[in-house]
Structures are given as structure tokens and as C-alpha cells.
């Protein structure tokens, strides 16, 4: 127990970690191993642990806190941001780690750990002890993939829950993209959620101003769309209305 009240506040640790508190690679081997046994850390991946409450004998940690500690780059991104705020409509029983460390999935206390492309310049913040995309960098980057994460009837569901964002922020994350058929979605649902956020004309002249020349699908394989002319978009007639609906096209990942 010598060595717990240390890692206990840190609340996670790698094996490398965990050498410079005790001096040696061996010392760290007998520490892990007495730990282990004695259900005070867990292993959530290789070389890496994570403290368990002597009280509650469940992790000191959430998902999102172990997620964003995997790495020295590592930040919660996407549907996992979302939750991490409390604006995740669902909770998925995976985590997604933004990182320059490539790693394979695996999955820890029945969440599986996923990884997705750390973009550069990518807005993070420090949300108590974690880090995170901020609420814009989610919600650009949740709109960019929604066919690959959560779908668009959850990631909408997600932005309905968010109280406010910052339209200026919002169009720094779509110049750092720098993708016009990401101006194209954004510009389109933004206009169908003006109510809710409030954005000015400035914002959807700048979409306008940046969008792809293509005619695009708002979705691949998406039935009854109408075609939108300022954003060269096939899209639902009213998103509000389809998020009503609850219309099984867009099941989220759970």
C-alpha cells in the first residue's frame, strides 16, 4: 500500500509512470503485480492501469477521464464529447480518443475504446481533469462524421441539447477542415437550426461563400430529399420535422 495514496491522485498510470515513482523497472513489476492481486489497480490496456476506490471498488475514473489520459494528445471527441458535457442524447458503450498514437481497439470495464484521426490544429480544452474537443470542434466534427459516428438523427439530438455556440468558433473549426462539402452540411443544418442557435447572416454567407460546386446528398442512400439551392444539397425538406418523426433511417450506434 505504500505507493497508493500517490497513484490514487493520479487516478491512472502507465508502467513508465510508475518507474520513476518507485526507482526501477523491477520494483514496478512487484508493485503491479501486488496491486493487481490485491484489486487496488486494473489493467485497462497494456502498460496501462487505472486506480480502483477502496469504497465503491469500481474505477476512480470515468471512461472519458481514462480516455483523454491513454496519451500525451489524447482528447474525447465526437459522440463521447457530447457526453462528457451532458448533452449526449444516448450513452454509447464506446469511447472515441482523438490521438496521433495509433492503437487497435480494445475494449475496458464493457467500453470500447475507439480511435479516430487527431486533425491539426484541433480546438481542445481542458474540461476539469480531461480533455475534450471544444463544444464547436464537437459539433463540426459530429456533423463532418456523422455517417461513421452516431448518425444524424443523434448527432442532431445532440445539438438540440447544447444551450448555446459560438458562430465565430464554428466557422474557425470549417476553415481549419477546409472542405466545402462540410460547408455544405453545415451550412444547410445550421439554417434548419436557426432557431435554436441563433446564427447570424454573416455565418451563412461565409458557408455560401465556401461551398463545393458539386451538387451533393446530405446522406448516401437518403429517400424523400428535396433539393436545397443555396447549398447545392439534397436533404430533407425539414430536418425538424424528421428528428420528430424519429425516423428509423438514422438508428444512432449504440
Not at 500500500?1 to 513489476?29: D, H, P, Q
Not at 469511447?95 to 487527431?118: I, L, P
Not at 425538406?237 to 428509423?248: A, N, T
Request: aromatic share 12%; glycine share 6%; with cysteine.
Amino acid at each position: 500500500m505504500k505507493y497508493y495514496e500517490t497513484l490514487l491522485e493520479k487516478g491512472c498510470f502507465s508502467r513508465t509512470e510508475l518507474i520513476e515513482i518507485v526507482g526501477t523497472a523491477g520494483a514496478a513489476n512487484s508493485v503491479i503485480y501486488e496491486y493487481q492481486t490485491k484489486g487496488l489497480v486494473e489493467k485497462v490496456k497494456r502498460d496501462f492501469f487505472v486506480v480502483i476506490s477502496l469504497e465503491t471498488k469500481q474505477p476512480i475514473l470515468s471512461r472519458y477521464q481514462i480516455a483523454s489520459n491513454l496519451f500525451p494528445d489524447a482528447c474525447i471527441t465526437h459522440h463521447s464529447a457530447f457526453e462528457a458535457y451532458g448533452y449526449g442524447n444516448q450513452v454509447f458503450y464506446e469511447c472515441f480518443v482523438a490521438t496521433d498514437k495509433r492503437f487497435s481497439d480494445f475494449e475496458y470495464d464493457g467500453v470500447v475504446y475507439r480511435r479516430v484521426e487527431r486533425k491539426q490544429d484541433l480546438d481542445v480544452i481542458q474540461h476539469g481533469n480531461m480533455r475534450i474537443t471544444s463544444i464547436e470542434q464537437t459539433v463540426v466534427d459530429s456533423i463532418r462524421d456523422f455517417e461513421k459516428i452516431a448518425g444524424l438523427e443523434e448527432v442532431i439530438r445532440c445539438m438540440m441539447l447544447v444551450p448555446t455556440l459560438n458562430e465565430k468558433k464554428v466557422l474557425d473549426c470549417l476553415a481549419r477542415n477546409n472542405n466545402g462539402y462540410l460547408y455544405q452540411k453545415c451550412g444547410y443544418i445550421f439554417e434548419e437550426m436557426r432557431q435554436d442557435f441563433h446564427f447570424t447572416d454573416d455565418f451563412f454567407v461565409e458557408c455560401d461563400r465556401c461551398i463545393s460546386g458539386a451538387n451533393k446528398y446530405l446522406q448516401k442512400d437518403l429517400q424523400n430529399t428535396v433539393f436545397h439551392e443555396r447549398w447545392k444539397m439534397y436533404a430533407p425538406s425539414s430536418l425538424k420535422e424528421l428528428i420528430d418523426k424519429g425516423v428509423g433511417d438514422y438508428d444512432a450506434i449504440g
